[in-house]
Nanobody
Framework: QVQLVESGGGLVQPGGSLRLSCVVSGSIFSINRIHRMGWYRQAPGKERELVAAVIISGGTTNYADSVKGRFTISRDNAKNTLFLQMNSLKPDDTAVYYC???????????WGQGTQVTVSS
């Protein structure tokens, strides 16, 4: 099994930055089977949406149009950690952010508990 633990959320003013982290732990066998990881977010009253994702071995990334140029997803394979650098934050970025991992292109085999990001003055 794999466990994902997010951190780094909080309250930030518009235009500010935050960096989310997601630490992956569990059996080496299960961790090595992870193909792709990503960040979803869910705002109150809205559906969960994919923010950014990365293929672990090749590094190919993709982003939601709403965050392109502002957010950067990265990973440190040696430390089993996924990051989401969020710059130029807007009130519309307010949501609970979830880390997820998948054994294929399809994410969702594993989920973290979520971390709250609030962008407000």
């Amino acid at each position: 099994q794999v466990q994902l633990v997010e951190s780094g959320g909080g309250l930030v003013q518009p235009g500010g930055s935050l960096r989310l982290s997601c630490v992956v732990s569990g059996s080496i066998f299960s961790i090595n089977r992870i193909h792709r990881m990503g960040w979803y977010r869910q705002a109150p009253g809205k559906e969960r949406e994919l923010v950014a994702a990365v293929i672990i071995s090749g590094g190919t990334t993709n982003y939601a149009d709403s965050v392109k140029g502002r957010f950067t997803i990265s990973r440190d394979n040696a430390k089993n950690t996924l990051f989401l650098q969020m710059n130029s934050l807007k009130p519309d970025d307010t949501a609970v952010y979830y880390c997820t991992a998948g054994r294929t292109e399809r994410l969702g085999n594993y989920w973290g508990q979520g971390t709250q990001v609030t962008v407000s003055s």
